[in-house]
């Protein structure tokens, strides 16, 4: 048995363990030292997991490859640069406990083992490792009433769909006779086992993980969670899981159920029509910053479900270099979203923001330059996920999912250019409070990336293509 | 291979970014940074402008294909290569970006007075995303550019226009998005079937007859707006009522002729059997524009709200002449594009000059100009006749070659044509009497002053170019004779091979 196939995860968890004795041992401000600590934990695992071998190993449950490598390293940068963004802030919020970044720790295990996952035991197990972790740090401001809420209403509606993806699992293992993904598809590749119940199965596995990675109707905790949870978590929820959680979909979709494209390919572009368009509709109405991101986000999810919908090499590879672009962008501006601070307090309104580009040209400029690439304007890195997304929806010849993404994504500029309306057009008001050097170092990197992303991303294209590649069709 | 012996067109489309990080790194008081930016852009600008002076040398004239071509490997595997080059067609419109950019740095020298940093920055950023999208020759690297003008524009209008300018903003960026998009689709489609985005491949693939609806459809969505054509032109008086003197002069003088160059670099020779039929489509938007929004500029009480709408007209005879697909046609739209870029640019400036000196561009709180300014009222009215068509002047060139070329292909099309000119007279010399002539009764029209120096800088290459343009127009149209040649026999050629297949074929 090949066990050193899971030696990063096996490394990240004890590693946590230790974090977490550190902390409970130190006697005072154990905080920042197990944040450093997890982060060096971060780097040192990312090293392995670039350096490992590629193989099969537990029996199937658990398999390394080109796609969970790209998927598990993009977690990775995505926790680091949430666990920095969490470091001032936890300062000020009263949430300066240890226990944060242990939990940030192990939600990243279970992410890790869902990129890995190729059987539908490890892959419920992976991603109920993160759930529960996430479940506990979007309450984690507990004596403020909107964190605990988000919490609950996290918690509530998240086992309901950890619920019917475990009713799913168990009708495709019901109906087929078998849990790992090889096999599965062996089993499906014959038109004969088609059965009924197995696309009841399936249509549940798919509301499951839609759920996780928020795409309309799956949605509706999103935008209260991003806006009732402490902002660093909203950046963490926003980025990791929603890597992980794709990466699991498209993994799903394609390993064991690849032959049945004809069944879900319609549901996926259902659900990736709705996104867009609830995502780019009801962002329009927003006050709050971080509702805004979440509805944002939900249409993000939108255009990388078309890559799936697509079904193809091609469209794998547009969901990964989107996935690449989404964590960038999205870690950037919570980085600016985390600055907005007046006299110790957080802000969220958007019209906070008002004449931020006199106050503070850098930030400003980094905002800005988020909102374009979030609204795909070229040369920024959104426009290139953008591109690689509808490259292979023209392949693949849906037409109307292609023309619909692009003009939700004129509807979803308007948002985007209206904040930057506010930054730059609008009277400024007060300036915020001096930016701590972590906030800036998040923006500075996600802006420095979405800048000059088009200047070599031949590198990122070819590994998204080879990982891609490591998946069937 | 590049005649220049250096990447040319690189360094003209990438030197403003070294100009700008400069204006960047300054540091000081406020007008210490203001007056350091203001002298960087100009230097930065005219530099560009003397490099460009060397296409204008070195360019061969008899050579219908790409020139300075320089390629960088990008995304290989994908066809997607970092490609810039110029032909006749396109080599006019770099060196016009690059002389009018300066002209609009030294125009906007004291009118501009917040920001100036930030408003010099954006400038040079968006001379960079003009010359860049006049020199690509990759359709990816013309997109980037394509759309990449909205960011600085963007803010141009935004944060040094008038009251209304986030209102503009919005709407121009909007509009221009929305066309720009579907263009991607498009852009995709022909990656698919061509395997590359390499523009000359491309304009030497035969896309499907079908096929070609659907892409020039989708072409026409986005160089529609930006032309712009009726109706999808409502944004552009917004734009340039609100936009600062320069955002003005170099939304008429350059970004004006994106969506016609467009047009001419990818939906006649790539799709010409589409153009062929959709052509009367053209023509009857285009008689459109140049008929209703005349009218339209004649009830104008905003003198650039008038401009604005003569634009619009004078697109729509541009518009007509490339889709009548004969050489005088194409030729006369390209000198019209190249005309109107000046006499826009400079009526939008002349504009300027008293906006700034009484703040408001209202035409009936003016009147009897010529009495106070006469230096002024020599080079407005020089403009307006260039505007109107003069013999003599730039505009009467190209309306002149449009009108041979839309006769030869049908009459009532040139009937209705001419008729724009006619209404272009009316209007413009309406507004031009209502300005200048009469009596003053306004105290502070009284003491206004004449042409400034600077003012007379900005205004005298501008004069000699449209006096140039008009008397000895060859020198300009000598650069695209041997392109705009090669593109009708081309168009012909695709054409009857098209009709020679559908004889073979059963029907």
């Excluded at chain 1, 990240?12 to 974090?19: E, K, Q, R």
């Excluded at chain 1, 990466?247 to 867009?276: D, N, Y």
């Excluded at chain 2, 609100?242 to 160059?261: C, D, H, N, Q, R």
């Excluded at chain 2, 020089?382 to 009108?403: K, N």
Aim: charged share 10%; glycine share 8%; hydrophobic share 60%.
């Amino acid at each position: 048995m090949n066990w050193t196939l899971a030696l990063p995860e096996i490394v990240l968890s004890i590693s946590g363990m230790a974090i977490l004795l550190i902390g409970v041992l130190q006697k005072r401000d154990s905080f920042f030292i197990c944040s450093m600590l997890t982060v060096g934990a971060f780097l040192v695992v990312t090293l392995m997991i670039v350096a490992g071998h590629t193989g099969q190993g537990y029996n199937g449950l658990f398999t390394v490859d080109s796609f969970s490598t790209f998927i598990k390293v993009l977690v990775l940068v995505a926790a680091t640069l949430g666990v920095v963004l969490s470091l001032d802030y936890s300062e000020h919020a009263n949430m300066r406990r240890f226990e944060f970044p242990v939990l940030m720790l192990y939600a990243t295990v279970g992410m890790l083992v869902m990129a890995s996952a190729t059987n539908l035991m490890s892959l419920y197990l992976g991603l109920e490792l993160q759930a529960l972790a996430t479940y506990v740090l979007a309450a984690f401001a507990r004596d403020e009433l909107r964190s605990a809420e988000a919490g609950l209403k996290f918690f509530v509606l998240g086992s309901l769909a950890s619920g019917l993806l475990l009713y799913g699992l168990s009708l495709v293992y019901g109906f087929s006779g078998t849990m790992e993904f090889a096999k599965l598809a062996q089993v499906l590749s014959d038109p004969a086992h088609g059965s009924p119940g197995l696309i009841v199965g399936l249509v549940f596995v798919v509301a499951g993980l839609a759920f996780k990675v928020s795409a309309v109707p799956f949605h509706m905790w999103t935008p209260d969670v991003y806006e009732g949870a402490p902002t660093p978590v909203t950046a963490f929820l926003a980025t990791a899981p929603k890597v992980a959680a794709v990466a699991l979909l498209v993994r799903v979709m394609a390993t064991p159920f690849g032959h049945l494209l004809v069944q879900w390919q319609q549901v996926i572009i259902l659900v990736s029509i709705l996104s867009m368009l609830l995502g780019s509709l009801a962002a329009i109405g927003q006050r709050n910053i971080k509702r805004l991101m979440a509805y944002s986000s939900i249409g993000h999810m939108g255009y990388a479900l078309i890559g799936l919908a697509a079904g193809s090499q091609a469209g794998l590879r547009g969901v990964l270099i989107y996935m690449l672009t989404y964590v960038f962008m999205t870690a950037g501006t919570f980085a600016c979203i985390l600055g907005m601070r007046r006299r110790g307090r957080m802000l969220e309104q958007i019209s906070d923001l008002a004449g931020l580009s006199r106050t503070d040209p850098g930030l400003a400029v980094a905002f800005a330059i988020f909102m374009f690439s979030m609204a795909g304007i070229p040369p920024f890195a959104g426009f290139w996920g953008k591109y690689f997304i509808f490259t292979s929806a023209v392949q693949s010849g849906l037409w109307t999912l292609a023309v619909i993404g692009v003009l939700t994504s004129v509807i979803g500029a308007f948002y985007y250019i209206r904040i930057i309306k506010v930054i730059y057009f609008d009277p400024a008001e007060a300036p915020f409070d001096a930016r701590p050097a972590s906030l800036s170092v998040v923006a500075a990197a996600g802006a420095l990336f979405t800048t000059f992303f088009f200047v070599i991303p031949a590198p990122f294209v070819a590994a998204a293509e080879a990982a891609a590649k490591a998946l069937a069709w | 291979m590049n005649a220049a012996g250096f990447p040319l067109l690189s360094l003209l489309t990438w030197l403003p970014l070294v100009g700008a990080a400069v204006i960047l790194s300054v540091r000081g008081d406020e007008a210490a940074v203001a007056a350091n930016a203001r002298w960087t852009a100009l230097w930065t600008s005219l530099i560009v402008f003397a490099l460009s002076l060397l296409l204008w040398v070195r360019f061969d004239q008899s050579d219908p294909a790409f020139q300075f071509v320089e390629t960088v490997s990008w995304l290989p595997q994908w066809g997607i290569t970092y490609k810039l080059g110029v032909d006749g067609i396109s080599v006019l419109f770099v060196l016009l970006s690059t002389a009018l950019t300066p002209i609009c740095i030294v125009a906007s020298w004291e009118s501009i007075t917040v920001r100036v940093r930030e408003f010099m920055l954006a400038f040079l950023l968006l001379e960079t995303m003009m010359v860049g999208m006049f020199c690509a020759l990759d359709f990816v690297v013309f997109y980037m550019f394509f759309e990449g003008v909205l960011i600085p524009m963007y803010f141009i209008i935004g944060v040094w226009g008038g009251p209304r300018r986030v209102y503009a903003a919005i709407k121009f960026f909007l509009y221009t998005l929305a066309g720009s998009v579907l263009m991607l689709l498009a852009l995709l489609l022909m990656w698919y079937v061509a395997g590359t985005t390499d523009i000359p491949t491309l304009l030497r693939t035969p896309f499907p007859v079908a096929m070609q609806t659907w892409l020039f459809l989708a072409f026409l969505a986005s160089f529609a707006v930006k032309v712009p054509m009726w109706p999808v032109h409502t944004w552009l008086p917004d734009a340039h009522v609100e936009a600062p003197t320069a955002g003005s002069v170099i939304l008429a003088g350059v970004l004006l002729k994106m969506g016609a160059y467009g047009f001419l670099r990818f939906s006649l020779p790539m799709l010409p059997n589409a153009s062929a039929s959709l052509a009367p489509l053209i023509f009857a938007l285009s008689v459109m524009a140049v008929v209703y929004t005349s009218y339209v500029a004649l009830a104008q009480q905003d003198m650039k709200k008038l401009i604005a709408y003569s634009s619009v007209a004078h697109m729509g005879v541009v518009t007509i002449g490339i889709f009548t697909f004969n050489i005088q046609g194409i030729s006369g739209a390209l000198f019209q594009m190249l005309s109107h870029g000046i006499v826009s640019a400079a009526l939008f400036l002349c504009v300027g000059v008293i906006y700034d000196r009484i703040h408001t561009r209202e035409i009936a709180r003016y009147g009897g100009l010529a009495d106070r300014m006469p230096a002024y009222a020599f080079v407005f009215m020089l403009f307006t006749l260039a505007s109107v068509g003069l013999p003599g002047t730039s505009g009467f060139i190209g309306e002149f070659l449009v009108l041979v070329g839309a006769f030869k292909v049908n009459f009532w099309l040139a009937l209705l044509g001419s008729l724009g000119m006619i209404l272009g007279a009316a209007y413009m010399l309406y507004l031009y009497r209502r300005v200048i002539f009469g009596v003053i009764t306004r105290a502070d029209l009284r003491d206004i002053l004449d042409l400034s120096p600077r003012e007379v800088a900005v205004f005298a290459p501008l004069v000699v170019l449209t006096l140039w343009m008009g008397i000895y127009p060859s020198s300009f149209s000598g650069f695209w004779d041997a392109s705009v040649s090669a593109m009708v026999e081309h168009h012909r050629a695709a054409l009857e091979a098209a009709v020679k297949l559908a004889g073979v074929l059963p029907q």
